[in-house]
């Protein structure tokens, strides 16, 4: 963290967004224009705050992990909620640890996975909705500490598994990845769950050889889909623009894929 540098980043991060993502959409070149902005001295004072939040997030041991989503999996945060009412909860949310949203709102972040999505033709509603819903978890940091709450994850007990033993069985750094997941698990399909637990999975994205030597081949088999949608999370970041969405659409295809109410 305390050697990124903002202005490189985003020059990057166009680049790669214009080859592999969006080469087809001149207006989307033109959006992503504006994360050139180059801000290097509020990057450094966000640092400051971001580097002790992700060095004790890094620092959580197996046991600290398996407590926290137990804890987690037994608690209920808001009862019974229109799971529109919930995702607008977002708004209060945003994640210190990011550099690249900065003080943007979760929900803001949200709808801008959405409108990449949506502008690189995506018509796979099942992904569109994960898209919508796939940071939920961030809702932890409203009654958890932001280290538990916010970052990329990683395993933690890869040496205790055999081979082919599932990463149902692996343990990772606790934070709104499980939270999420766990919280929308008996909503929503396997697919859509895993998609939510590994969507800022380093040893994922990276395909670790001990996470290849765990997964199923099942799991083995979802990677590509995971790694593609870990690009729209990450790459459609922003703290300059406003989607341009349509609220009801949204609201048409969570209504399509949860109840009415859920238990949060």
């Known amino acids: 963290v305390s050697k990124y540098n903002a202005k490189n980043f985003h020059y990057a991060i166009k680049e790669r967004f214009d080859r592999a993502v969006f080469p087809r959409t001149t207006h989307w070149r033109d959006y992503l224009r504006l994360t050139q902005y180059d801000d290097t001295e509020g990057q450094q004072v966000f640092s400051t705050v971001a580097v002790p939040i992700l060095k004790e997030h890094f620092e959580q041991t197996l046991k600290d992990a398996r407590t926290r989503r137990q ?25 210190r640890t990011d550099p690249k949203v900065g003080l943007v709102s979760q929900w803001m972040h949200t709808l801008q996975v959405w409108q990449a999505m949506k502008l690189d033709g995506i018509t796979d509603r099942e992904f569109l909705f994960t898209g919508i819903i796939h940071d939920i978890g ?6 958890e500490q932001d280290a ?10 890869y040496h205790k598994l055999e081979d082919g033993a599932g990463l149902e069985q692996l343990t990772i750094l606790f934070d709104h990845h499980d939270f999420g997941a766990d919280k929308m698990r008996k909503y929503v399909s396997p697919r859509v769950y895993r998609l939510m637990r590994y969507h800022c999975f380093k040893d994922m994205n990276i395909e670790y050889a001990e996470l290849l ?47 009415p109410t859920i238990i949060f």
């Open 148 to 157: 538990y709450a916010d970052g990329c994850s990683r395993g933690l007990n």
């Open 71 to 95: 804890r987690y999996q037994n608690t209920v945060l808001f009862g019974e909620i229109d799971p529109l009412e919930l995702l607008l909860r977002l708004s209060h949310v945003a994640d």
């Open 138 to 143: 961030k809702l932890l940091s409203l009654v």
């Open 213 to 259: 030597r765990v997964a199923t081949e099942e799991e083995r088999q979802q990677i590509p889909e995971i790694k593609r949608f870990f690009s729209y999370d990450q790459l459609s970041k922003s703290m300059w623009v406003m989607p341009n969405v349509r609220m009801s659409e949204i609201k048409q295809i969570v209504r399509a894929f949860l109840p």
